[in-house]
C-alpha cells in the first residue's frame, strides 16, 4: 500500500494516516512532523525550516523532497508507506514520481480529503497538540481528559505556532495555490480519489477504509 494523504491543513489527514499506518502497520511519513521535530532538536534542518513554517509558508522543496528521499530509502517503507502532508507542490510530486520510479515502485492511490473552509478554520483554530509525543486533540470534538493535558504522555498540550488564526489565512493561500494544483495532476494520472473528511474521526476512517477496500487496497 503506497499512499499519499492531500487535502487543505487541518482537513484530518494526519489524523487519518495515524490510523490507516497503525492499523496496517505501514510507516507513516509526515514532511510537517519531521520539520517540527527539526524545529524542536534546533537542528539545522530545524533552523532553516522554522521562519517558513510560523509564516504558514513552505519550505523549499528541494528540503522537503531530500527528507522524504532518505525516509523511503529506508527499509521499513518497501512494503509500503503513507505520506501525509507531502508532496505539496507539483514539483514535489514529479521529484516523487521520479524517486518511486528508481525504487521500481509507483503510488497506488491518492486520497484527497475535503471539507469546507469555515470547518477547517475550526478545525485548526481548536487544536491542541502535544509537543513531547506529537498527539493531536481537538478542544471540542477530541478533548483530552484532563484539559490541557496529553492523553498519552501527560505532557501539556500547547497551541501550533501556524495554528493561530494570523496564520491560519496564509496556510489556507498557500494550499489553495501550490497544493490543490496537484488534485487536478493527480486526476489526470487515474491516481486520486476523494474522501468527504467531514464529521467523526470514525466516520471519515470508515469512509476511507471503504475506499480503499473498493480499490483492492484493504
Ligand atoms: P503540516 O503539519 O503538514 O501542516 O505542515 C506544517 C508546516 O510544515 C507547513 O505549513 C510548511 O511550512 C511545512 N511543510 C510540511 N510539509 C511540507 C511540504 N511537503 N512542503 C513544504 N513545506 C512543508
Redesign the pocket.
Known sequence: MRLVFLGA?GVGK?TQAERIAARFRHPKI????I?REAVRNQTSLGLE?KA??DQ????P?AV?VGIVKEKLAEPSCAGGFLLD?????VK?AEELAVVLKTQGQRLDQVVNFTVSREEVVRRLSGRRSCPKCGAVFHVDSAPPKQAGICDRCGAGLVQRN?DRKETVEA?LSVYEEQTAPLIAYYRQRDALSEVDGSGSIDEVHARLLDLLAARGLA
Not at 56 to 59: E, H, P
Not at 85 to 89: D, E, I, K
Open positions: 491543513p494526519g509526515s514532511t510537517g512532523d520539520l525550516a517558513c513554517m504558514g509558508k513552505l519550505v522543496d522537503v502532508g507531502f508532496p505539496r507542490t514535489q501556524d496556510r
